[in-house]
C-alpha cells in the first residue's frame, strides 16, 4: 500500500457493510448483534415469564437457561481455535493465527462466566461453592490450559514462530475439551454432581422450558459470532495500521 | 430454598452475565476509538508529507 493510497477514504480496509450484497449482509456485525440481542431477550422472557418453574431445583434453576449456552458457547470457542490451529499449520496463513487468538480470548471470556454463573448456581442447589468432581475440574484445567495459550504468544517475539507454537498449543490443548463435554456422560453418576440433562432419547424438559433454553443457545451462538468478527476486523485494522506506520517510518 | 433466596442467586448470576458482557463491549469500543485516532494521526502526516 503506498503512502498516498493510505489517505484515500476506505484505505485501511471497507466499512463493515461496504459492498456487501446478499447472505453475506446477513452475516454482518450489526446485523449478528441484533439478532443476538432478541434472541436472548427472547429467550430470557420465555425464561422467566412462561417456562414452569423446576420443582426439584426450585427458581436458581433459572440460571441454567444463560449458564448452559455459555459453556457450550465457551468450549465452540476453543473449537473454532482448533481448527484455526490446524489451518495455520497447513497453510501459514496469518489470517488462521489472528481467528486462533480472537476465539481463544472470547472462549475464556465466556469462560469466566461459566465459572462464576455456575458457582453461584452451585451453592445455590448443592450447598457449595466449588467441587473436585469431573466437569469443573476438566473444565478449570481447560481455562488454565488457553490462559497459557496468551502466555505463550507474550513470551515468543519472532511473529511467525510466535504463530506456530500458539497454533500447536491450541491444537493440543483442545484434547481436554472433549473430555469436559464426555465427563458427565461416560463417568458414573455416583462420582459427580452436574446431571445429563439432555440426551439423545430426551430433553430433560418440558417443550417451554427446551424452547427458552433453544433460544438463548441460538442467541449466545450468534452474540459469540457477533463479537468474534467484529474483533477480528479490530485486529486485521491494528496490523494494517502497524504495517503503513513501518512503510512510513522507513 | 425459599424463593426470595433464589431470587438472590439468579440476580447476582445473570448480574454478573450482564457485567462482564459490557465491560468486554466497551474495551472492545475504546480499542476501536484507539485506533481510530491513530488512522487519523496518520491521514495527517501523509497529507503533511505529500504537500512537503
Known amino acids: ?250 | 430454598m425459599s424463593l426470595e433466596e433464589g431470587v438472590k442467586y439468579v440476580a447476582a448470576a445473570y448480574g454478573i452475565i450482564l457485567a462482564v458482557l459490557v465491560a468486554y463491549s466497551v474495551w472492545s469500543a475504546r480499542r476501536v476509538s484507539a485506533l481510530e485516532r491513530e488512522a487519523r494521526l496518520l491521514s495527517t502526516e501523509v497529507e503533511r508529507r505529500a504537500k512537503a
Open chain 1, 1 to 250: 500500500m503506498s503512502a498516498e493510497s493510505v489517505n484515500q477514504p476506505g484505505a485501511l480496509g471497507p466499512a463493515p457493510s461496504d459492498g456487501k450484497t446478499g447472505w453475506r449482509r446477513l452475516v454482518d456485525v450489526p446485523v449478528l448483534f441484533a439478532a443476538a440481542g432478541l434472541c436472548l431477550v427472547a429467550g430470557l422472557l420465555l425464561a422467566f415469564w412462561v417456562a414452569p418453574q423446576d420443582i426439584s431445583l426450585g427458581f436458581s434453576q433459572k440460571i441454567f437457561y444463560y449458564h448452559a449456552p455459555i459453556a457450550e458457547v465457551s468450549l465452540l470457542g476453543f473449537l473454532v481455535a482448533f481448527i484455526a490451529g490446524v489451518q495455520y499449520l497447513r497453510t501459514k496463513d496469518a489470517r488462521w493465527d489472528r481467528l486462533g487468538m480472537c476465539s481463544v480470548r472470547l472462549g475464556l471470556v465466556f469462560a469466566l462466566l461459566v465459572m462464576a454463573t455456575g458457582m453461584i448456581w452451585g451453592k445455590a442447589s448443592w450447598g457449595v461453592w466449588w467441587d473436585w468432581e469431573p466437569r469443573l475440574t476438566t473444565y478449570l484445567i481447560a481455562c488454565l490450559l488457553y490462559c497459557g495459550y496468551f502466555v505463550l504468544r507474550a513470551t515468543v517475539e519472532e511473529e511467525e514462530r510466535r504463530a506456530t507454537f500458539a497454533a500447536l498449543f491450541a491444537v493440543i490443548a483442545f484434547i481436554d475439551v472433549p473430555i469436559t463435554f464426555f465427563a458427565t456422560r461416560v463417568l458414573p453418576q455416583q462420582s459427580q454432581l452436574h446431571p445429563v440433562v439432555i440426551t439423545a432419547e430426551d430433553t430433560g424438559m418440558t417443550g417451554t422450558m427446551f424452547a427458552a433454553f433453544f433460544i438463548s443457545m441460538a442467541g449466545m451462538t450468534l452474540l459469540f459470532f457477533a463479537l468474534l468478527r467484529n474483533d477480528l476486523r479490530v485486529e486485521r485494522l491494528k496490523e494494517e495500521l502497524a504495517y503503513i506506520k513501518n512503510k512510513l517510518g522507513s
